[in-house]
Nanobody, 118 residues
Framework: QVQLVESGGGLVQAGGSLRLSCAAS????????MGWYRQAPGKQRDLVAS?????RTVNVDSVKGRFTISRDNATVYLQMNSLKAEDTAVYYC??????????????WGQGTQVTVSS
């Protein structure tokens, strides 16, 4: 069992900043990739950014230069600057872990709302 606890969402004006955090805990051998997806109303859930255990990052084009993903062992952060109204969504943390049984499994957080007012 893996638990992901997210924090840091909220309401911010356009141009402002927020920092999301997601802490993983539970029973697993190691964590491979952590990151964030987001889902706006009426749209599919899309990747925002991810980071591997080795520090390799992926950022989608729409957030490059504005969002920065980082990681401290089992906690992943998403620093969001220059926020735009189109960044409004529920942000979901994920963690792909290597279980003690030797398989990979992706776990999800409960989601945190980010609302950017224009």
């Amino acid at each position: 069992q893996v638990q992901l606890v997210e924090s840091g969402g909220g309401l911010v004006q356009a141009g402002g900043s927020l920092r999301l955090s997601c802490a993983a805990s539970g029973s697993f051998f190691s964590i491979n990739t952590m990151g964030w997806y987001r889902q706006a109303p009426g749209k599919q859930r899309d990747l925002v950014a991810s980071i591997t255990s080795g520090g390799r990052t992926v950022n989608v084009d729409s957030v490059k230069g504005r969002f920065t993903i980082s990681r401290d062992n089992a906690t992943v952060y998403l620093q969001m600057n220059s926020l735009k109204a189109e960044d409004t969504a529920v942000y979901y943390c994920f963690a792909t872990v290597l279980t003690h049984g030797g398989t990979f499994f992706t776990n999800w957080g409960q989601g945190t709302q980010v609302t950017v007012s224009s």
